[in-house]
């Protein structure tokens, strides 16, 4: 269970596993070889299981959650089930809209973090280290054993300052410049899938 306050925002978040399969689960949940340090809430790893080998008899996840609500009724008489009128579903909307689905609410005030990533393609390798606050590049540099005509990145690392960590956004500031003249035989695409991924 987790319960977070940031900025006036509440983050409260939990999940029961039913019935998971955890070779999948694993594979989700398995890390990159990327290096990312992160000064945001550490996860804590923790032994889990799923809910139904525990029953006495086998039921379906549905049949479970209305296990759950029959509980919930017994234990708090007084609860009554909510439903949204067609005015509160349009303000739920509307707010869904300008703030829920909108990328400067959902990432811009992501905590800071560093990643380190690198890639060898056939024409050689681009290592990259960048500090990324509020999911935009704050700081980058590239290192590896490729070649260009300008030897001097830094044209590059200053262009993709404030940008947004998207492969969208990384891709239209890299194509603003002759990429060959820093990576020489290297596409735009790939110089992005090493910074982003």
Request: glycine residues 6%; proline residues 2%; charged residues 35%.
């Amino acid at each position: 269970m987790l319960r977070q306050y940031i900025k006036g925002r509440v983050m409260h978040h939990g999940c029961l596993l039913f019935d998971v399969n955890f070779g999948e689960l694993g594979n989700a949940l398995k890390v990159s070889k990327d290096k990312i340090e992160s000064k945001g809430v550490k996860s804590v790893r923790s032994r889990v299981t799923n809910i139904l080998p525990h029953l006495k008899q086998p039921i379906t996840v549905n049949e479970f959650g209305e296990k759950i609500m029959e509980y919930m009724k017994k234990h708090y008489p007084e609860m009554e089930e909510y439903k949204f009128t067609q005015e509160e579903l349009k303000i739920i909307e509307e707010n869904a809209e300008k703030k829920h689905r909108n990328w400067e609410w959902v990432y811009g005030t992501s905590p800071e973090f560093n990643i380190t990533r690198e890639k060898r393609f056939t024409n050689g390798k681009i290592q990259i280290f960048a500090i990324v606050e509020n999911s935009r590049i704050k700081n980058i540099k590239f290192y590896g054993d490729f070649f260009g005509k300008n030897e001097d990145l830094s044209e590059i690392e200053n262009l993709l300052k404030d940008t947004k960590y998207t492969r969208e956004a990384v891709k239209e500031k890299l194509e603003t410049v002759d990429i060959g003249e820093y990576f020489s035989r290297f596409t735009v695409d790939e110089v992005v899938e090493v910074i982003v991924g």
